[in-house]
């Protein structure tokens, strides 16, 4: 997808590209290399101006600090969830994308729940 994303020229396809490898990476408990696409996803879409694909990142990189949560029980990062996800529904808020804010504000509820609950490690 970055391949791709390199050979179109285009900055917006680089973060999106970003972004998605970031939530696969995630989902397959690779949490570092998630978390350093996320964050370059953050940087270029801060940088461009891209504002709703800056707020889906601080999505991913939010959906990324909860699983590492699951699976450590650092309640740190449970906090560093929640100023990225609570960012990325502001930016969806201001953009009037609203579909992506409701998808934000679904993974800040879940953040949200995870603070107020005891760990229970969900992934090895």
Do not use: F, W
């Amino acid at each position: 997808a970055l391949r791709t994303a390199d050979d179109s020229g285009t900055v917006e396809g680089r973060i999106m590209a970003k972004v998605g490898l970031a939530r696969a990476l995630c989902g397959l408990c690779r949490h570092d290399e998630a978390a350093t696409h996320a964050d370059e996803a953050v940087e270029a879409a801060e940088t461009t101006g891209y504002r709703i694909h800056e707020a889906n990142a601080r999505a991913a990189t939010a959906e990324n600090l909860l699983e590492r949560y699951r699976c450590t029980g650092d309640v740190e990062l449970l906090h560093g969830a929640r100023a990225r996800v609570e960012h990325a529904v502001a930016l969806h808020r201001e953009m009037g994308c609203r579909i992506d804010e409701a998808r934000a504000l679904t993974l800040l509820g879940d953040v949200v729940e995870a603070l107020a609950t005891p760990h229970q490690a969900t992934r090895r």
